[in-house]
């Protein structure tokens, strides 16, 4: 399974990332996917402060900063 499948699998959205972002995440070795999923699983399992924040750039249309789980 790719890795891009297996975030998704996770519950990661692939197609809500930048190509840039998708490219460096379908480069990942399967320890880092692995290390993702697992931190993705403890967001999962928090709520308030933790579920979800980002800022937009204006200028380029994009986030930054951002908790994407």
Same mark, same amino acid.
């Given at each position: 399974?790719?890795?891009? %499948? =297996? &975030?998704?699998?996770?519950?990661?959205?692939?197609?809500?990332? %930048?190509?840039?972002? =998708?490219?460096?995440?379908?480069? &990942?070795?399967?320890?880092?996917?692995?290390?993702?999923?697992?931190?993705?699983? =403890?967001?999962?399992?928090?709520?308030?402060?933790?579920?979800?924040? %980002?800022?937009?750039?204006?200028?380029?249309?994009?986030?930054?900063?951002?908790?994407?789980?």
């Amino acid at each position: 399974m790719s890795a891009l %499948s =297996r &975030l998704s699998a996770a519950g990661v959205d692939p197609q809500l990332l %930048s190509d840039d972002q =998708r490219s460096v995440l379908a480069t &990942l070795s399967t320890e880092e996917i692995d290390t993702l999923v697992k931190i993705k699983h =403890r967001f999962d399992g928090a709520e308030g402060d933790l579920e979800a924040h %980002s800022e937009t750039d204006g200028k380029n249309n994009g986030h930054v900063g951002v908790i994407f789980w």
